[in-house]
């Protein structure tokens, strides 16, 4: 009881509170971190050959057994803290800032940071540690994961207190991520992947895609492929889906659809009168098709798979199964097209909810998740767990959960065995709540999860998503919303101007990347999906676009025509406007037009 968290009856903090300031007010935090990387537990006496040697040894021996003390104390208030938090949701964290004030907090994580940094980088291989020294690595890795989770749902510290100095390339790198690096490089991105900042852990991951989609020949010669798709546009999920189903059902194997996935795939668009459209598929119809197919199978105004939680992300429907009876299928199906994109390195439209994306990165939900799917109910089981035995007698509550029945009326469904007849009182509510969190996040969509993750696996492998948080996933899957990058745009970008005088061209692109960084993140992102068929930027910036982003200035009659594009070369054809107020609008009307490939 002394090592919980809350408060002892005299309002003093607990124990290991006191013990944690006590320890931070005796030695500086670099101090500290060379007592509890180094191995006072095991330093030996040293052997004394003259008095004077021996006197001087005598006089050191306190200093020793101080450090001792401190190693243990660090060590009982990292334990009792961890301990502590299992205990305390995101609201006492945050808001009531207990067990510890969230500035002590901060202090704890960059000591954890710190000492980690010492033991498994410096002083690697980890075999090579005293028995302590091992033994604090464990418990301070396990906290410092803890507090980067509480960290990735609500942020409370800034996001680079979190790394290590800069790590050498010549071990983080893309081999690391592969399981082909150094071992104490492997160690860090499969235990600790925070340390290493966001931009060189995307770097890996994309460069780990790069040498997927080489290995599986994607980069064939132009008109080699293994899968061509005729789609309409109004009903792209419906064709896509049919004829997808079609090659797969010729295929032995789970393993072989995903090496068909990965094979090049040619599309032809077919308008809503169903006519061809004009657009020779050299990379951009694919993209394009990837962009809305994936729009299209996440839209819930017309999808009832996918529900969203109240801040709109999206999550499996419990109840697919009575409204679909082959759901399943359709879920996989849909992991595919996820994994389509992200294998392809196409930033798509949907936005997931924190405790879906880690069932992506083969993790659970936890207590602490449910606010995130159903604010009222988490609120309701947190004032529970306050409760004394009366009230949670007139709240009358068992081990099992109501839902509704798709003929009406509700079912109950047990928590655990005999759960209908298990009350809930002081001793087992926090079971309760951790057991009806776990029924709610995870057990009640189970099965179309497994069989969205069967489909995204087939093409991207869950040890590269494992090295990143919840939301730096989504990003890698959607992108940001962030305002364009002009000025990335601008210094990646070539401009050719056969027909005009250098002066000239350097006035009117003026015009123009002034226009487009005035421009809104709507119309941003249509113009990117103009040109390149996608709407977002490449995750690490322009300089990774390929083909390169490019303009072609068009001279004659150019008052007359609207601006073009080459999506398979992400070319940009510019005619060149009399005034700066027509190229506005032009390009406006042009961005904004959705006409597929039929305009000209």
């Known amino acids: 009881r002394a090592l919980a968290w809350s408060a002892s009856p005299a309002d003093e903090p607990p124990l290991f509170v006191r013990i944690w300031r006590h320890v931070c007010s005796l030695q500086t935090p670099r101090v500290l971190v060379g007592i509890l990387a180094g191995s006072p537990s095991t330093t030996a006496k040293p052997a004394a050959?003259?008095?004077?040697?021996?006197?001087?040894?005598?006089a050191a021996a306190p200093a020793i057994i101080s450090d001792r003390a401190k190693t243990s104390c660090c060590f009982l208030a990292f334990v009792s803290y961890l301990y502590a938090l299992e205990g305390c949701n995101d609201h006492q964290f945050h808001v009531e800032e207990h067990p510890l004030r969230l500035a002590e907090?901060?202090?704890?994580?960059?000591?954890l940071r710190d000492v980690l940094y010492d033991l498994l980088w410096r002083q690697s291989p980890v075999a090579s540690l005293g028995w302590m020294q091992k033994l604090t690595a464990a418990v301070a890795c396990t906290l410092f994961s803890h507090l980067y989770s509480r960290d990735s749902r609500r942020r409370f510290v800034e996001g680079d207190l979190w790394h290590w100095p800069a790590l050498p390339v010549s071990e983080i790198n893309p081999l690391s991520l592969g399981g082909g690096g150094s071992g104490r490089s492997s160690l860090v991105l499969a235990t600790l992947p925070q340390v290493v900042p966001f931009q060189a852990r995307a770097g890996m991951y994309s460069a780990q895609l790069d040498t997927m989609r080489q290995q599986s020949q994607a980069y064939a010669p132009f008109g080699h492929h293994g899968v061509n798709l005729t789609v309409r546009r109004d009903h792209i999920y419906q064709d896509a889906k049919e004829q997808f189903t079609r090659y797969?059902?010729?295929l032995p194997s789970a393993s072989a659809v995903g090496a068909l996935l990965r094979q090049r795939i040619m599309v032809v668009f077919l308008d809503n009168h169903g006519r061809t459209e004009m657009g020779v598929d050299g990379g951009g119809l694919f993209k394009e098709f990837v962009d809305v197919l994936n729009r299209k199978i996440f839209d819930t105004t017309d999808n009832n798979l996918w529900i969203r939680n109240p801040n709109g992300e999206l999550y499996p429907n419990p109840s697919s199964g009575d409204i679909q009876a082959t759901h399943l299928e359709h879920f996989t199906f849909m992991g595919q097209m996820l994994g389509l994109a992200m294998y392809n390195k196409i930033s798509v439209e949907p936005v997931f909810a924190n405790f879906f994306l880690k069932r992506l990165q083969g993790q659970l939900g936890e207590l602490n998740d449910l606010h995130s799917m159903d604010p009222d109910l988490f609120g309701g089981l947190m004032q529970m767990l306050k409760m004394d035995a009366g009230d949670l007698e007139e709240v009358d509550r068992k081990f099992e959960v109501e839902l509704a029945s798709p003929f009406g009326g509700v079912v109950s469904v047990p928590l655990q065995p005999n759960g209908a007849t298990v009350a809930v009182t002081p001793d087992n509510v926090h079971?309760?709540?951790?057991q009806l969190a776990n029924f709610k996040l995870n057990n009640q969509f189970s099965a179309q999860a497994r069989a969205f993750l069967r489909g995204l696996r087939m093409l991207i492998p869950e040890r590269l998503l494992k090295i990143f948080s919840p939301h730096e996933l989504q990003t890698l899957i959607s992108g940001t919303d962030k305002p364009l990058d002009v000025?990335?745009?601008?210094?990646?970008?070539?401009?050719?101007?056969?027909h005009f005088t250098t002066e000239?061209?350097?006035?009117?692109m003026q015009w123009f990347w002034e226009l487009l960084e005035a421009m809104d993140v709507a119309d941003q992102q249509n113009f990117l999906r103009f040109v390149t068929s996608c709407p977002r930027p490449p995750l690490l910036g322009f300089a990774t676009l390929s083909p390169r982003f490019g303009i072609r200035l068009i001279g004659a009659d150019g008052d007359t025509k609207l601006p073009m594009a080459g999506t398979c070369y992400n070319l940009l054809k510019l005619p060149v406007y009399s005034t700066r107020?027509?190229?506005?609008?032009?390009?406006l009307v042009a961005i904004s037009a959705n006409a597929g490939f039929e305009m000209s």
Do not use: W
């Open 504 to 508: 000239r061209t350097q006035e009117y």
């Open 431 to 434: 079971a309760y709540a951790v």
């Open 49 to 58: 050959e003259t008095p004077a040697a021996a006197a001087a040894a005598e």
């Open 487 to 498: 000025k990335d745009l601008r210094q990646n970008c070539g401009v050719v101007h056969s």
């Open 581 to 587: 107020q027509l190229l506005r609008d032009k390009l």
């Open 105 to 111: 907090a901060e202090d704890m994580i960059v000591l």
């Open 248 to 250: 797969f059902a010729q």
